[in-house]
């Protein structure tokens, strides 16, 4: 079911769900307890590198894992590098138990509208059970010359 829904975040961004400025056109997930909220960068400039922001809020008394080995993994397409990009917990922008945050950043080399993919493995917890997660994600960037 998931990988149905990252098919309809490519095809609504590339259909305009991005109405430009970081921010702006971003996709949601909504688990049991937690939200995933992928934000495509604004638009770029060839040999410029650009930043979406990939972001998890738990909820229903949900915390993030801190002890949890945390990881974004993301393939670049052809025009942006690094072709993948790990980035660690201890990478994150924000690693707090309220919120995880992670900003994936690519220097693209090519105009166009270019399709980013990857996942997302965390976990939440309560003080009962813990969740664990390896979640797709995906995001168009638009690149002017």
Known sequence: MWREAAILVILVLAVGGCKGGEGAGGTTKKGDNYTITVTPPGPGKKGQPVSAVVQVLPHNGFKINLEYPTKLTAKAPA??????L???AKQATAMLEHELKFRPTFTVSTAGTLSFS???KFSVCTDQLCHFHD???AWDTRVKD
């Open 79 to 84: 025009g942006a590098a690094p072709a993948d």
């Open 86 to 88: 790990v980035l660690r």
């Open 118 to 120: 990857g996942k997302l």
């Open 135 to 137: 979640e797709a994600i």
